[in-house]
């Protein structure tokens, strides 16, 4: 049994409880020992004073009764919920020497347990099976019962089950034992049929199906004579806990779904002259992320419902470039640096387009403590957006990047190592040594691990002091002293040796690295420091 209020369980045996308490129990929110207080006025004082049923378990204190007791009664005790009426004790009957300390308040409730049974019937107990009254008994001699074992009924019902098993068993449908209940048609046409007359042959095929109806009739009234009420089987409060738990998980699928593109939902967006299906939902308004198509600006990124107000946005639209400052320029490669706070309605559409291809990400409102590096090719019509990176403008635990992301037509072009290795060379200009927001993705601890591999083979490369420490490299790179730990480790380049941690450098990797270092095409793009045309700001 489990108590509604601490949720312990407790087997009946262990509490000492006798049998037919049991499932008076199970009808009600039951409190073990430690827990029960008055059911009438839900306090636990005066334990002393409580006063439980012999029949149900409930708790009552002596003063919360109508009328009051004074002292505990002898013998065995109802609740009121047990006992709705009062016994009726005979007239003018005398007091004798086991009742003269009672008071004549609690006469009635305090009789011995001998002279309460005189003054009312014995409790009946019921049979358990649903419908049954409790007349009959498969015993000879009983002309009723109260347990299961000598029920007609439930005798019955498992002998309907044993012949409804045997003919799902048999192999052909000749071989079926023909049920109890044969339909009335049948039997009407069996009264009407002459003796002169041959009967008509009923082929396998309609004595195939006569048999299925029958049995699919035979298992519905079974159903519904078998089916018990689940408020006799499980306490109402883990009904309820249930309950709780069965709308949350609605909740949770419901969000689910509404997250992900539906088919009333934005399926593609039509950015520049490029169609892109999106991945994910993002949080347009109501009007325009139940579109199948969204047409986006890819200058100003305003978002549009139709081609026609695209194309009328597009002849009218004087932005060419991020509105922010151009800090870094290599051939036609640039980056801007957009403040939240200044441009803010095109850092919020910059994060609604971002979160079409970025599942985790949550922030696309509140944009002023960030600062945004968007990373653009230009040509003779303007810039056009290849991916950015955002970080705080004041990070106590020194992250150089909060967000990513490469729109889909630009990856696997090597822009997303450019932008990580921007975000370091910020790092380095500003003297500090910086990492990624943790917790990091599957596909970014993929990407930063190689990064820093790359990194760090190319410093033991062109390494040539007599030591070299983590420190000194993580101070050289601006990474993290962890995330250079965690690097070597992969490359199985640290081994710890007398108590130390040395750095072992393999020459078979670094050679391995130079190879494929000298074997990179022309194409291979680099960020260059001395095409950077930016000095560190400080924000309060």
């Known amino acids: 049994m489990a108590c509604a209020t601490c949720k312990g369980h407790c087997h009946p045996t262990c509490l000492e409880l006798p049998v037919h308490i049991v499932p008076a129990v199970k009808k009600y929110d039951w409190q073990c020992n430690d827990c029960k207080f008055c059911y009438k006025c839900q306090r636990i004082e005066q334990e002393n004073k409580i006063l439980f049923c012999d029949l149900c378990d409930r708790g009552y204190h002596m003063y919360c009764l109508v009328p009051k007791l004074m002292k505990k009664p002898k013998g065995d005790w109802y609740c009121p919920y047990c006992i709705p009426t009062q016994p009726q004790l005979p007239k003018k009957r005398k007091r004798t020497d086991s009742t003269e300390d009672l008071d004549t308040e609690s006469t009635i409730s305090t009789v011995t347990e001998t002279k309460f049974r ?291 037509h630009n990856m696997k072009k090597g822009y997303g190592k450019l932008l990580i290795d921007f975000s370091y060379l910020l790092s380095q200009e500003e003297n500090k040594v910086g990492s990624p927001e943790r917790p990091l993705s599957d596909l970014g601890l993929i990407s930063y691990r190689k990064f820093w591999a790359d990194k760090l083979l190319e410093y033991l490369t062109t390494y040539k002091e007599d030591q070299i420490t983590v420190k000194g490299i993580s101070e050289k790179m601006s990474i993290n002293t962890n995330d250079v730990v965690s690097t070597l480790q992969y490359l199985g380049m640290i081994k710890y040796w007398k108590g130390r941690h040395l750095i072992l450098i393999k020459e078979e990797i670094i050679e391995e690295y130079a190879t494929k270092r000298a074997n990179r095409d022309g194409d291979y793009k680099e960020i260059d420091p001395l095409c950077l045309n930016w000095t560190p700001k400080v924000y309060k």
């Open 118 to 408: 005189k003054a009312r019937s014995p409790l009946k107990l019921k049979c358990q099976f649903p419908g049954c009254d409790g007349s009959g008994s498969i015993r000879a001699t009983g002309s009723s019962h109260t347990s299961l074992s000598y029920c007609p009924l439930n005798k019955e019902e498992k002998m309907r089950e044993k012949k409804l098993l045997e003919r799902r068993n048999s192999e052909t449908a000749d071989e079926l034992i023909p049920l109890a209940k044969i339909s009335k048609k049948y039997q009407n046409e069996e009264k009407n049929v002459s003796s002169s007359s041959p009967p008509k042959p009923i082929s396998p095929t309609e004595k195939k199906k006569s048999t299925e109806n029958e049995v699919v009739e035979e298992e519905q009234t079974r159903t519904d004579s078998v089916m018990t009420p689940i408020e006799n089987i499980v306490s109402k409060s883990d009904i309820e806990m249930y309950d709780k738990a069965r709308k949350h998980a609605e909740e949770v699928l419901e969000l689910d779904r509404e997250m992900a593109p539906s088919q009333d939902g934005v399926k593609y967006i039509q950015f520049g002259n490029i169609e892109i299906e999106a991945w994910y939902k993002s949080q347009y308004p109501l009007e325009y992320s139940k579109l199948p198509k969204l047409f986006v600006c890819e200058f100003c990124l305003q978002y549009l419902k139709t081609d026609i107000i695209y194309q009328r946005h597009m002849s009218k639209c004087q932005m060419k470039n991020p509105p922010g400052d151009e800090i870094y320029r290599k051939e036609n490669l640039s980056v801007f640096e957009v403040n939240g706070e200044t441009a803010t309605l095109y850092c919020q559409n910059l994060c609604l387009l971002a979160k079409l291809f970025l599942d985790h990400k949550t922030l696309w409102n509140d944009v002023q403590p960030f600062l945004f590096y968007v990373m653009t090719s230009h040509d003779e019509t303007g810039c056009h957006i290849i991916g950015y990176f955002s970080k705080e403008k004041v990070s106590f635990l020194n992250y150089n990047l909060s967000c990513i992301l490469v729109l889909p």
